[in-house]
């Protein structure tokens, strides 16, 4: 009898929950790439129309970021995941059952909307339920199952190339996770709060419960600015994280991961294949990587180490690129173009139509917003296709680079190893660490909407820096950009150095409190890592 008294495993589904929540977020952003092919033939979509239809998506995952931190705030995380997934299926059958453009790009909206606001909900959710110990873990988990989902995309849309109106299956699946991960949020408690409740759950407890209830502080969405509890260094630290997240240019980079496979000797569709299989288990080794040393290196440690390959790594292929020169970025899916091929949806023909990027290579994040390479098209520089997630066959369109020569060989598989180390150094560093810290770092009270409001600033500075490449590359050079965003990292390195502090091991009440003692200041950002932990950890216990 007293075997049905048990709680149930708390850590396996929250484990779940990230992971499935991740898994569904990946899915969604990829799926399109595989989409659009016979969405295009069954719809005779413009190659603006295509651009808008992927970029549905952002609207809708923007707006998300602008209110889904109150929702969140006020409903609670539990209430906000299980709703995010409810709109979800929403989304999804109107795609399914979509009978015109309006209606697709209605369902993209309704699909971003939702995982943009799961997104924020479960990294906070997690990271207060579990503790100092599992929580690097679980939340790093978010990031895998994204890059899991992104896969899983590319498997499904290969599987049903051949099915009529597949695309629509190919929304539809979406669903599963997101229905998973409702069935384990029923098991679990609503927060940390009715946790605290549970005496059986508190070894679990992240030190945060006992401060909630009577006297619990309150904040307003100006306090975020304020000097009050250091709210203004908090936010600091969480925007400076999300804008070089970005403005290293990993979307842009990722666009040219094709290109690069194809001169070392990989033409056609082996090259994308490669491009988006091939980096997508880069990536995901690199995220388990990350989530075995998040929480025993630290935040701090891998932010840096990330920080810094990534400067090096992208700074290589800038300067391979001055001896070796690379296209510009991918194509547009025109209509009259090769949709009338024998290469329909369906054969393997699907990978080796010049016109059709086949998969789309793996984006990050997180929380990557998509339309990161849709600006890379010089005839059109809205190109339809590569909107989504890191877009596929980047150059598919255009004659791959002649086969390397002896002279060149060695540098262009350096680019490739530099690209290799770019998009692990990213994996580990930037894209799960980021959304993790964001979730420590701020008072329950606006947790919520403060990781939202961060969240915003990393869809917009996306949608800049996608924007913004082709006159870059027009104005100084693809070498030179490259460069540039070397530099970016550079000073993102100095920023994590000067300002990030290291939240290893602490519980949220911990790390609130260090940062209320201003202990995380610019100028001493370094050294009260190790020395105010200690004296924090000290104070805490006694007070519980």
């Keep these: 009898m007293k075997a049905y008294s048990r709680p149930p495993p708390l850590l396996p589904l929250c484990a779940s929950v990230s992971l499935l929540g991740g898994l569904t977020f990946g899915y969604e952003l990829a ?13 005779g979509l413009s190659c603006l129309e295509q651009e808008f239809l992927v970029g549905s998506l952002l609207l809708g995952a923007l707006l998300a970021s602008l209110v889904g931190g109150f929702l969140i705030d006020c409903y609670g995380r539990k209430q906000a995941i299980l709703g995010s997934n409810l709109v979800l299926l929403a989304g999804s059958l109107t795609l399914g059952l979509a009978g015109s453009l309006t209606w697709l790009v209605l369902g993209r909206s309704v699909v971003g909307f939702a995982i943009s606001l799961s997104s924020m909900a479960c990294c906070i959710y997690v990271s207060e339920l579990v503790g ?3 929580r690097g873990v679980l939340v790093s988990l978010y990031e895998a199952g994204i890059t899991v ?14 099915t009529p109106w597949g695309w629509r299956h190919m929304f539809g699946w979406a669903t599963a996770p997101a229905l998973l ?4 949020l029923l098991f679990l408690p609503a927060g940390a709060d009715e946790t605290a409740a549970h005496k059986d759950l508190i070894p679990l407890q992240g030190g945060e419960a006992p401060k909630l ?7 307003s969405f100006l306090d975020l600015f304020r000097a009050r509890d250091n709210m203004r260094g908090r936010t600091t630290v969480g925007l400076g994280l999300v804008l070089f997240q970005q403005l290293t240019g990993q979307p842009n980079v990722l666009c040219y991961a094709s290109t690069i496979f194809s001169s070392v000797g990989f033409h056609g569709g082996s090259s994308a ?18 989530m075995g040393l998040v929480d025993r290196a630290g935040r701090r440690a891998l932010l840096l180490a990330g920080c810094a ?38 054969d393997s023909g699907l990978l080796r139509d010049s016109s059709l990027p086949p998969m789309p290579r793996n984006n990050e994040d997180q929380r990557e917003p998509i339309l990161s390479t849709v600006k890379k098209t010089k005839p059109h520089p809205r190109s339809g296709d590569p909107s989504v997630p890191p877009q596929p066959a980047l150059s598919s369109a255009l004659p791959g680079p002649p086969l390397p020569t002896q002279g060149h060989a060695l540098l262009r598989w350096t680019a490739l190893l530099c690209l290799m180390v770019f998009v692990s150094a990213f994996s580990f560093g930037f894209g799960p660490v980021t959304w993790l810290v964001l979730s420590e770092i701020y008072p329950v009270e606006i947790r919520g909407r403060a990781f939202a409001f961060c969240n915003s600033f990393n869809w917009a500075a996306n949608l800049f820096i996608s924007l913004s490449f082709l006159d870059l590359i027009g104005t100084i050079g693809l070498s030179w950009t490259f460069l540039l965003y070397g530099l970016t990292a550079v000073l993102g390195l100095g920023f994590i150095y000067l300002f990030v502090p290291e939240t290893k091991g602490q519980s949220l009440a911990e790390i609130d409190q260090q940062f209320q003692k201003r202990r995380f200041a610019p100028s001493f950002g370094h050294r009260q890592n190790s020395t105010g932990i200690q004296y924090s950890r000290i104070e805490v216990s006694a007070a519980s």
Excluded: E, H
Aim: hydrophobic share 50%; proline share 7%.
């Design 31 to 43: 799926v399109i790439s595989g989409a659009l092919l016979p969405l295009q033939l069954d719809f």
């Design 213 to 219: 209830g009577l006297g619990r502080p309150r904040y």
């Design 132 to 134: 100092p110990r599992q």
């Design 309 to 346: 390959f990534m400067a090096l790594s992208v700074s290589g292929i800038g300067l391979v690129s001055f001896a070796v020169p690379m296209d510009s970025g991918p194509s547009c899916l025109a209509v009259p173009n090769a949709t009338g091929q024998t290469g329909l949806p369906g």
């Design 273 to 290: 294949v490669l491009a988006s299989v091939g980096l997508g288990a880069v990536k995901v080794a690199a995220t388990l990587t990350a």
């Design 181 to 184: 991960q409702s069935l384990s």
């Design 149 to 162: 989902g992104i896969l899983l995309s590319y498997a499904l849309n290969y599987a049903l190339a051949d």
